[in-house]
């Protein structure tokens, strides 16, 4: 089994930034894409940035220029500096990562979330 386990959340003006950390843990062999989802009250959960084990990055065009995913392979962890942030970007954010456990598939695997909320 795979545990995700994020922090970092939490509520910050309107122009401000926050940084989101994520670290796995458990039956891991290797993480292939690890990533940053989100949800805002209402709506479907979306992607806010992925990056692959080889880091190349891939960003919602909402939060490009203002989001940097990074990740730490030997730590097994994934993180996601946000600045300039707005109202908008209320939602909880759930770390994700596509673990190979050593079967015959990689799997995906969800944290738990955290809140971010932006107020105006």
């Known amino acids: 089994q795979v545990q995700l386990v994020e922090s970092g959340g939490g509520l910050v003006q309107a122009g401000g930034s926050l940084r989101l950390s994520c670290t796995a843990s458990g039956s891991i062999f290797s993480i292939n894409a690890m990533g940053w989802y989100r949800q805002a009250p209402g709506k479907q959960r979306e992607l806010a940035a992925t990056i692959a084990d080889g880091g190349k990055t891939n960003y919602a065009n909402s939060v490009k220029g203002r989001f940097t995913i990074s990740r730490d392979n030997a730590k097994n962890s994934v993180y996601l500096q946000m600045h300039s942030l707005q109202p908008e970007d209320t939602a909880v954010y759930y770390c994700?990562?596509?673990?190979?456990?050593?079967?015959?598939?990689?799997?995906?695997?969800w944290g738990q979330g955290t809140q971010v909320t932006v107020s105006s």
């Open positions: 994700h990562a596509l673990v190979n456990t050593g079967s015959y598939y990689p799997r995906n695997y």
